[in-house]
């Protein structure tokens, strides 16, 4: 998984978000829905940080899958392809693009563009 994970990060969402706008990151704070997708990528870079539940992420090159809970934090490239499975979860999201002017949707077909 070319993205890095940490742990232990117990953060209230009000101090996930200033972590994230000192990062010059466009806080948002959301709960997810429940998803199980196929493989995609995204067009913008995130850090973000799991605030409740958990979810999984299997890397499509090295087919590993990888749970994450709540305190982990992520930073993730747009361009490494993955899928997801969970049962809701939320979490603050740090993106690199304004969300006023992101594309949907937001998960984009395998293949990447080189």
Same mark, same amino acid.
């Given at each position: 998984?070319?993205?890095?994970?940490?742990?232990?990060?117990?953060?209230?969402?009000?101090?996930?978000?200033?972590?994230?706008?000192?990062?010059?990151?466009?806080?948002?704070?959301?709960?997810?829905?429940?998803?199980?997708?196929?493989?995609?990528?995204?067009?913008?870079?995130?850090? =973000?940080?799991?605030?409740? %539940?958990?979810?999984?992420?299997?890397?499509?090159?090295? %087919?590993?899958?990888?749970?994450?809970?709540?305190?982990?934090?992520?930073?993730?490239?747009?361009?490494?392809?993955?899928?997801?499975?969970?049962? %809701? =979860?939320?979490?603050?999201? %740090?993106?690199?693009?304004?969300?006023?002017?992101?594309?949907?949707?937001?998960?984009?077909?395998?293949?990447?563009?080189?």
């Amino acid at each position: 998984m070319r993205s890095k994970v940490t742990h232990g990060h117990t953060l209230s969402a009000e101090q996930a978000v200033a972590e994230l706008e000192k990062l010059g990151l466009y806080p948002v704070v959301t709960d997810v829905p429940a998803t199980e997708t196929d493989f995609h990528w995204h067009a913008f870079d995130s850090v =973000f940080y799991i605030l409740e %539940g958990e979810l999984e992420v299997t890397d499509h090159e090295s %087919g590993e899958t990888y749970r994450l809970i709540a305190g982990d934090r992520v930073e993730a490239r747009g361009s490494n392809a993955h899928r997801e499975k969970h049962n %809701g =979860f939320r979490a603050a999201f %740090g993106l690199s693009v304004d969300p006023a002017t992101m594309v949907f949707p937001l998960e984009r077909p395998l293949p990447v563009p080189a």
